[in-house]
């Protein structure tokens, strides 16, 4: 998506609607296919002295297996942002300001790149596929929600699991 237009008038505003041509996030712990996508709807205006105020707003579906037993879980992602760019800044000085990945290249703003960003900063830290989902068993890696296995199960009670999320929860703040 070009931008020369908005950056070269200042109080500009455009909306527009891209499609996104990405198909899953790549991420360093992961690959997310993306299985339904809407478009992007972005607002850019130009607040003056080549200051850029981005504004967009998308919803994917992604896949995202369950912190628990793996499975693939559909879950909704709705990215809202709002961001501010100083086109007069290299692009060194803008990469570090954002500390993301640069979605700009010149006057040209790559819509997949501004989506993968967003999406890796706001991804859902934990997703199961229900709130009691069993797990795995940790002996023989079977799926306790879809049967049982003869393994000693005093670890597994469901509420056990829950406890042990609340502490990995900590553990990460
Ligand atoms: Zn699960
Ligand atoms: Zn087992």
Redesign the pocket.
């Known amino acids: 998506m070009n931008l020369t237009d908005v950056v070269l008038e200042e109080g500009k505003v455009i909306h527009r609607q891209e499609d996104i041509a990405i198909t899953s996030f790549d991420f360093p712990f992961g690959s997310f296919p993306i299985t339904k996508k809407h478009p992007l709807t972005l607002t850019i205006e130009n607040k003056g002295k080549k200051v850029l105020g981005i504004q967009g707003s998308i919803t994917l579906n992604v896949m995202i297996p369950?912190?628990?037993?793996?499975?693939d879980?559909p879950t909704k992602l709705v990215l809202d942002f709002e961001k501010e760019v100083d086109m007069k800044q290299t692009e060194e000085e803008r990469l570090e300001a954002l500390d993301e990945s640069d979605f700009l290249n010149g006057y040209n703003l790559d819509v997949d790149k501004l989506v993968y960003g967003e999406a890796l900063t706001n991804w859902p830290s934990r997703v199961?596929?229900?709130e009691d989902?069993k797990?795995l068993c940790k002996v023989c890696g079977q799926n306790l929600?879809r049967g049982t296995c003869d393994c000693d199960s005093t670890d597994l009670d469901p509420r056990m699991a829950k406890i042990r999320d609340i502490f990995s929860n900590f553990k990460e703040v």
Request: charged share 25%; with cysteine.
């Open positions: 369950c912190a628990r037993c793996l499975d879980v199961l596929c229900k989902c797990g929600n």
